[in-house]
């Protein structure tokens, strides 16, 4: 069975640092795009950064970009989100999504001074 399981979240200043992982299980990663989006209280979901199945090719949210690293690892089946210089508009459940479309339960990531 197709799973994914996020992990990493946690409580950060602003000017912190976090890096989720994603670990899956039940297929092999490295056939796969990925991609990792995050929801808000009240807001809708959004694409926050997306990665080749190889890892060749990644792409992020204007939001983001300078700030955080998508990244992969196809031997360990696990897909990384390094996020520096956090905001408090970061603070989100960020999850992790297979395409086609198998999604994680969700981490919590909250920016708070």
């Known amino acids: 069975q197709v799973q994914l399981v996020e992990s990493g979240g946690g409580l950060v200043q602003p000017g912190g640092s976090l890096r989720l992982s994603c670990q899956a299980s039940?297929?092999?990663?490295?056939?796969?795009?990925m991609s990792w989006y995050r929801q808000a209280p009240g807001k809708e979901r959004e694409l926050v950064a997306s990665?080749?199945?190889?890892?060749?090719?990644?792409n992020y949210a204007d939001s983001v970009k300078g700030r955080f690293t998508i990244s992969r690892d196809n031997d360990k089946n696990t897909v990384y989100l390094q996020m520096n210089s956090l905001k408090p508009e970061d603070t989100a459940v960020y999850y992790c999504?297979?395409?086609?479309?198998?999604w994680g339960p969700g981490v919590q990531v909250t920016i708070s001074s």
């Open positions: 990665i080749t199945s190889t890892g060749t090719n990644t």
């Open positions: 039940g297929f092999r990663l490295s056939s796969y795009a």
């Open positions: 999504r297979r395409w086609p479309a198998y």
